[in-house]
T-cell receptor, first 112, second 111 residues
Framework: NAGVTQTPKFRILKIGQSMTLQCTQD?????MYWYRQDPGMGLKLIYYSVGAGITDKGEVPNGYNVSRSTTEDFPLRLELAAPSQTSVYFC???????????FGEGSRLTVL | RKEVEQDPGPFNVPEGATVAFNCTYS??????FFWYRQDCRKEPKLLMSVYSSGNEDGRFTAQLNRASQYISLLIRDSKLSDSATYLC????????????FGSGTQLTVLP
């Protein structure tokens, strides 16, 4: 079972570059989330979606954008990367809210 | 005051020991509570939900104290494989954005 798949696992960006983190889930979950985790900190919610075509901001949305064109995919777009966006990014999905979150393996992003 | 607070540890305990973690939350309207486990450089995974009546899963016991606004996790007969960071998660009703993670408590079980 694939579950939640994130790509890439690692990426180094230069300041000002843009990129997209991909996230796909095969569990037919309506709810999907993007979190970032900084060292020694809890996960912070960036954006979430309650279903295809619906997205909303989380706690730390600045500098990011998302789209949800299908139930399976929830890509996260970083525009004009900044060093403050160096972090580990986790995509997650859940069948209900609240409910068990299923996380991808994470994407480690470094902005230099 | 942080919305969800945990003692970061580290807790270093010998194999076979009993260890307990607490997590306090600031919003009395919080309704759902969870413990997640995160291994080093891995994704978090659900360990257990926390119910009002308390719940037990093998060596793990979770309890909720609404009056004092904290949840606890008790691990009995610690195993080396229990070494991980334990994340407290609290959910407010009505919105996915209100799922709040604590910063985690690091546990190392020593041989």
């Amino acid at each position: 079972n694939a579950g939640v798949t994130q790509t890439p696992k690692f990426r180094i960006l230069k300041i000002g570059q843009s990129m997209t983190l991909q996230c796909t889930q095969d569990m037919n979950h309506n709810y999907m989330y993007w979190y970032r985790q900084d060292p020694g900190m809890g996960l912070k919610l960036i954006y979430y979606s309650v279903g295809a075509g619906i997205t909303d901001k989380g706690e730390v949305p600045n500098g990011y954008n998302v789209s949800r064109s299908t139930t399976e995919d929830f890509p996260l777009r970083l525009e004009l990367a900044a060093p403050s966006q160096t972090s580990v990014y986790f995509c997650a999905s859940s069948y209900t809210n609240p409910g068990e979150l299923f996380f991808g393996e994470g994407s480690r992003l470094t902005v230099l | 005051r942080k919305e969800v607070e945990q003692d970061p540890g580290p807790f270093n305990v010998p194999e076979g020991a009993t260890v307990a973690f607490n997590c306090t939350y600031s919003n009395s309207a919080s309704q759902s509570f969870f413990w997640y486990r995160q291994d080093c450089r891995k994704e978090p995974k659900l360990l257990m939900s926390v119910y009002s009546s308390g719940n037990e899963d093998g060596r793990f016991t979770a309890q909720l104290n609404r009056a004092s606004q904290y949840i606890s996790l008790l691990i009995r007969d610690s195993k080396l494989s229990d070494s991980a960071t334990y994340l407290c998660v609290v959910n407010l009703p009505g919105s996915a954005r209100q799922l709040t993670f604590g910063s985690g408590t690091q546990l190392t079980v020593l041989p």
